[in-house]
């Protein structure tokens, strides 16, 4: 992949260069191409980036290669803020609008228009009016404003300072300059002269970054243990030789997982049977439990039944259980207090059998068969 408009593609922070016009055009040639733009960024999408700047210093141009770049902004997974460094102007506002942070320079424009094209009826061409839509959506999506407020700055053709578009809600965030940079140009007098004007202070801006990442590759050449001015080839060799010690250290990592996994599911191993031996147990202790039970339940039943039978509590089968219960808890307590309780039930009558002389009649033998009914009792 060759990167045309990000500075430094290897950064954690990667910054990509919209600073000039978008598109083709056939005064200017060549400016930021859509397509290129879109395979750049998501090229950097794929590589891990903490978050990748858009700087944009731009006349605007056209709206096709425009949505190719807000497309990749949009979609991209890395985070992607727009930063206005100067103008954005037409098609390069659209841009501008979707960051997902929106920073712009306290000296910076935004201007926002209709599409136009000098072959076509600006009213009635259902072409513009897709673009025109297309451009109204972007706007109204991170303004909060209608549709129709957005139509009719479009109309006028809008010039908004930072300030101003931070009240509109065209921005997030305003970037104090130094004032020694500062342009002093201003928009209202040529699109293109302010665009200069702008990227001369971007120019001087990605003079330092470059410079920056000069630095930086000094720190890298130094803890590889080369000289600073090591060559390209040399830094290539010395980043191979780290490679091949973190694949050497990975490869040892990916065999102490392995035995790490394999231990791990002996250890499984060895719990399922301890599981298994533990249920066993249990299923044993419940049914000697079980048993146990039930033998108490019989000895209770069978002795709190010969009480009954003796008399000493009620023979019925309520009264019996509700012993038999208790005798259960407390066999040793309930059989003394069973044994102490008195038994009622009544001895066998015997009957004398005494030979009684026939009574004389009337009082005399009323009286004497009375005397042998008391006796008889």
Excluded at 134 to 148: D, V
Excluded at 190 to 211: D, F, G, M, R
């Amino acid at each position: 992949m060759i990167f045309q408009y990000t500075i430094d593609e290897s950064a954690e922070e990667p910054i990509m260069l919209i600073n000039k016009h978008i598109g083709m055009d056939a005064e200017d040639g060549e400016g930021i191409m859509g397509a290129q733009f879109q395979a750049e960024l998501l090229a950097l999408d794929t590589m891990g980036k903490k978050r990748i700047q858009v700087w944009i210093n731009s006349p605007g141009g056209g709206v096709m290669d425009g949505m190719n770049i807000r497309s990749a902004i949009l979609k991209s997974n890395t985070k992607v803020d727009t930063y206005c460094v100067g103008i954005a102007a037409s098609e390069a506002a659209n841009i501008f609008q979707t960051g997902r942070k929106r920073i712009m320079a306290d000296y910076a424009y935004m201007m926002i228009h209709n599409p136009y094209h000098p072959t076509l009826d600006q009213s009635e061409n259902a072409a513009l009016k897709a673009f025109r839509d297309s451009i109204a959506t972007t706007l109204c999506s991170r303004s909060g404003k209608t549709p129709e407020e957005v139509e009719a700055m479009m109309n006028k053709e809008t010039w908004m300072s930072s300030a101003e578009c931070f009240g509109h809600g065209f921005c997030d965030e305003i970037e104090v300059s130094n004032q020694l940079n500062k342009p002093r140009a201003t928009p209202q007098v040529s699109v293109k002269s302010a665009w200069s004007e702008y990227n001369n202070v971007l120019n001087k801006i990605v003079n330092q970054v470059k410079q920056n990442t000069m630095a930086t590759m000094s720190k890298v050449t130094a803890k590889l243990n080369l000289t600073p001015d090591a060559n390209e080839d040399s830094i290539l060799k010395g980043i191979e030789q780290i490679e091949n010690r973190a694949a050497d250290a990975e490869t040892k990592l990916a065999t102490a997982k392995q035995e790490l996994e394999a231990e791990k599911a002996k250890l499984v191993e060895t719990q399922n049977k301890v599981t298994e031996l533990e249920s066993k147990v249990t299923e044993a202790e419940n049914k000697e439990k079980e048993a146990t039970e039930a033998a108490a339940k019989v000895a209770a039943t069978t002795e709190v039944t010969n009480h009954a039978k003796v008399g000493r509590i009620k023979n019925d089968k309520d009264t019996i259980d509700a012993w038999v219960n208790k005798y259960i808890v407390d066999p040793e307590g309930i059989k003394a207090m069973l044994e102490a309780i008195p038994m009622n039930k009544t001895a066998p009558s015997i009957v004398d059998k005494i030979e009684v002389a026939p009574a004389t009649a009337g009082v005399a033998g009323i009286m004497m068969e009375i005397a042998n009914k008391n006796k008889q009792l």
